[in-house]
């Protein structure tokens, strides 16, 4: 049974960085072809794709993101961790990991719980 | 890349079908076969519901359906019931990234 769940600040400054972790379990990220990606949800508002790390340390991010997005992996934790540069009252959120499996290219078949981070000075 | 485009609200009565279409581009719907469709109750994470356009991971009810046509995928709900009340997004991959649609809520009558 695969689990994630998403951990770190639920509230930041304006300006300030954001680092989220995803700690996961039931499967590896050292499988070939895995991936997880992190998804974040304005409240009341669409689902938007981030970031994605691969098995492989392979990295993607979302074109209109991409300067303040970094994201890395530590295999031997199970975890994949997120970070946000200077953050704005429009980044509040409930920012969710996803698990993708091998060779899926967009199939998130398991999340976690999401954690909500709040931007306010 | 910008977000697929879904309808904001769909609504059937119960035991009705319902289709939700998601529109995109060929770079991304249109030229992939890695179109899924998620439902989201309020307060709750996305739950996988249909992946590589037309199929349904174990323990989803048959009652959804996927298709697509050109750059325009949908999901059918059919026998609508009031436990389908949600909201509905669909993804794709677009060539390196993935993408969401603007998500739309359906309403059970």
């Known amino acids: 049974q695969i689990t994630l769940k998403e951990s770190g600040a639920t509230l930041v400054k304006p300006t300030q960085t954001l680092t989220l972790t995803c700690t996961f379990s039931?499967?590896?990220?050292?499988?070939?072809?895995?991936?997880v990606s992190w998804i974040r949800q304005p409240p009341g508002k669409a689902l938007e794709w981030l970031a994605l790390?691969?098995?492989?340390?392979?990295?993607r991010y979302s074109p209109s993101l991409k300067t303040r997005l970094t994201i890395t992996k530590d295999t031997s934790k199970n975890q994949v961790v997120l970070t946000m540069t200077n953050m704005d009252p429009v980044d509040t959120a409930t920012y969710y990991c996803?698990?993708?499996?091998?060779?899926?290219?967009?199939?998130?078949?398991?999340w976690g719980q999401g954690t909500l981070v709040i931007v306010s000075s | 890349q910008s977000a697929l485009t879904q309808p904001p609200s769909a609504s059937g009565s119960p035991g009705q079908s319902v289709t939700i279409s998601c529109t995109g581009t060929?770079?991304?719907?249109?030229?992939?076969?890695?179109v899924s469709w998620y439902q989201q109750h309020p307060g709750k994470a996305p739950r996988l519901i249909i992946y590589?356009?037309?199929k349904r991971p174990s323990g989803v009810p048959d009652r959804f359906s996927g298709s697509k046509s050109g750059n325009t995928a949908s999901l059918t709900v059919s026998g609508l019931q009031p436990q389908d009340e949600a909201d509905y997004y669909c993804?794709?991959?677009?060539?390196?990234?993935?993408?969401f649609g603007g998500g739309t809520k359906l309403t059970v009558l």
């Open positions: 996803a698990h993708e499996p091998a060779h899926s290219s967009g199939l998130f078949d398991s």
């Open positions: 039931g499967f590896s990220l050292s499988t070939s072809g895995v991936s």
């Open positions: 790390i691969y098995w492989d340390d392979d990295k």
């Open positions: 060929s770079r991304d719907v249109g030229g992939s076969d890695f």
């Open positions: 590589e356009v037309t």
């Open positions: 993804s794709s991959f677009a060539g390196i990234n993935r993408v």
